[in-house]
C-alpha cells in the first residue's frame, strides 16, 4: 500500500481500485491460451549432481568458488539432504530463436550498462533441444532440483576460480552471494544449472538479508519506495508515483547485485562445458533469474513459482525477439494461483511481503506462463505459504497429473491487460 500526503478526486479513485485488484488473483482469459504442442521423443536422460558454483556479491565479490562432487561425495550429500540428487528427464527436439552477431552478450550487456538502451539485433530460427515440461516426471524433477538449490553444500573442498578473498573467515563468504547446483548427464552432453531462490524467515540461512535486497531491487516499482515507512534500496524516488527510470536501470545493473553475478556464473559453466546442452531453473527469485539469464544466453529455462521477470527484463535492455510467438523463446513459468508471488497479488499494507519488507510489486511474466488453479480446483486460499517449492512438489505436482489435465499457459507478452506498476510515471533524461 502506498501512503502519500494527498490523494483526491480520480486519484483516490484509482487508488482504491487499484487496492482491490490486488486482492484477487490475475483472471486468465480463455483467449490467452497457449497450447503446448511438445511431442515426446528420443530417450530420457539422467542427471546428477556434480559441481556447485558459489559466486560472492558486495562483500567479496571476486570471489568464485566451485565444487566437484564424485560419486561418493554426492551420496553423502544425498544423506545429508534426505533427497536423491538423481534425476530423470525428458527433452524433446524443439525450435527456438537466437541472435545472429558472434559478440551479441557483450554489444547488448555494453549498450545496457553505457547508454540505457536495447541492443538492435538479428535473430534466427534454429533447432533446440528443449526440456518437455508436458512430461510430468519431467516436471517434477526439475522442481526438485530446485529445491536442492536450498541445500548448503556439505563439503569444505572448494576450487577457487576467482580471487581468493575469506579464506580464514570461517566460510563467512557463505551469506554474500549465489548458488547455483549443476547437474549433468555421464557423458555431460545435458547440464541442468539450478539456481537458489530467496531464502526467508527465522533461520532459513544466511544469505536472508542479502536475498531481500535483491528481491527489492528486481521486482519493486521504485526502489522498494512502498510508504514513508520503508527505507528504499536505491536513490531513484522522486515524488509521488514518480521514479526517476534512468536511476532505475542502473540499479538493477550493479555488479554485485545477483542478475550480474548469475550471468558471469552461467558464463563460466558454458564456457568449462562449450559442447553439452545446458538448461537453467529455479524457484521464486532463482526461478526468476533463470529466466533472466535464459533471455540474456538463448538457453532454455523452467522457473517455479517466480515473482514477474518482465519488469526487471525491460530494465536490463534483455534481448527479445520481436514479434515471435511466445513459445519460441523456450522460456517457462510454472506457477499456481494460490501463490501471491507468482500472481503478483502479494503487496499491499495487510499483505505477508509488505510485513515482511518484502516490495514484490511486479506481476508479468517473460515467455509462457502455466498457472495451475489451485483456488479453483483444490479449494485453497490466496497464502504465502503456498509459495514454498516443497508445497508445489507435493501438493500440486505430485497429484494433479491424476485429478486434471495439464493446466492453462498463456502469454503477458503484448498482453495489455497485464501492466506493472501502473500508477507510477517513470521520467526519463535525469541524471
Not at 513459445?327 to 507468482?342: R, V, Y
Request: net charge negative.
Amino acid at each position: 500500500m502506498k501512503t502519500f500526503k494527498s490523494l483526491f478526486g480520480t486519484e483516490l479513485i484509482s487508488f482504491i481500485l487499484f487496492l482491490l485488484l490486488l486482492s484477487f488473483p490475475y483472471a486468465l482469459k480463455a483467449a490467452d491460451q497457449i497450447i503446448l504442442t511438445q511431442v515426446e521423443s528420443g530417450e530420457p536422460t539422467t542427471v546428477t549432481l556434480k559441481h556447485v558454483f558459489h559466486h560472492g556479491s558486495t562483500k567479496y565479490p571476486k570471489l568464485f568458488r566451485r565444487i566437484d562432487l564424485t560419486e561418493t561425495k554426492v551420496r553423502a550429500q544425498e544423506l545429508a539432504s534426505g533427497e536423491s540428487l538423481t534425476y530423470t528427464l525428458m527433452g524433446v527436439n524443439g525450435t527456438g530463436i537466437e541472435y545472429v552477431k558472434e559478440n551479441a552478450v557483450k554489444e547488448f550487456r555494453d549498450m545496457s550498462k553505457n547508454k540505457l538502451k536495447s541492443a538492435i539485433l538479428d535473430w534466427r530460427d534454429i533447432p533446440k533441444y528443449i526440456p518437455l515440461i508436458t512430461h510430468w516426471k519431467t516436471l517434477i524433477n526439475l522442481a526438485k532440483l530446485t529445491y536442492n538449490a536450498y541445500v548448503k553444500p556439505e563439503d569444505p573442498d572448494w576450487y577457487d576460480l576467482g580471487d581468493k578473498y575469506g579464506l580464514n573467515d570461517t566460510f563467512g563468504w557463505e551469506d554474500d552471494g549465489i548458488r547455483g547446483y549443476v547437474f549433468a548427464s555421464g557423458d555431460n552432453k545435458t547440464l541442468v544449472v539450478s539456481i537458489k531462490g530467496t531464502s526467508m524467515g527465522f533461520g532459513a540461512g544466511p544469505t536472508v538479508r542479502k536475498d531481500k535486497y535483491n528481491d527489492n531491487r528486481l521486482f519493486s516499482c521504485c526502489c522498494a519506495y512502498v510508504d514513508r515507512t520503508w527505507s528504499a534500496v536505491c536513490p531513484c524516488y522522486l515524488d509521488e508515483y514518480r521514479c526517476n527510470q534512468n536511476c532505475l536501470e542502473k540499479s538493477v545493473d550493479e555488479d554485485e547485485l545477483y542478475y550480474v553475478i548469475t550471468l558471469s556464473m552461467v558464463d563460466q559453466i558454458m564456457k568449462e562445458f562449450p559442447n553439452s546442452v545446458i538448461w537453467v531453473t529455479g524457484h521464486s527469485l532463482g526461478g526468476a533469474l533463470s529466466s533472466l539469464v535464459g533471455l540474456t544466453f538463448n538457453l532454455p529455462a523452467v522457473a517455479y513459482e517466480s515473482p514477474g521477470d518482465r519488469l526487471p527484463a525491460r530494465r536490463l535492455h534483455l534481448p527479445h525477439p520481436p514479434a515471435v510467438p511466445a513459445e519460441k523463446m523456450n522460456i517457462w513459468h510454472l506457477g499456481h494461483t494460490a501463490d501471491p508471488i507468482f500472481m503478483g497479488v502479494c503487496n499491499g499494507i495487510r499483505s505477508s511481503c509488505y510485513l515482511g519488507g518484502y516490495a514484490m510489486e511486479s506481476k508479468c511474466h517473460v515467455g509462457v506462463s502455466c498457472a495451475f488453479d489451485s483456488v479453483e480446483k483444490l479449494g485453497w486460499r490466496v497464502d504465502i505459504r503456498s509459495h514454498r517449492i516443497q508445497e508445489v512438489i507435493d501438493k500440486i505436482l505430485n497429484i494433479w497429473e491424476s485429478l486434471f489435465d495439464f493446466p492453462r499457459c498463456y502469454s503477458d507478452e503484448g498482453d495489455e491487460d497485464c501492466e506493472d506498476c501502473g500508477l507510477w510515471e517513470y521520467v526519463e533524461g535525469l541524471e
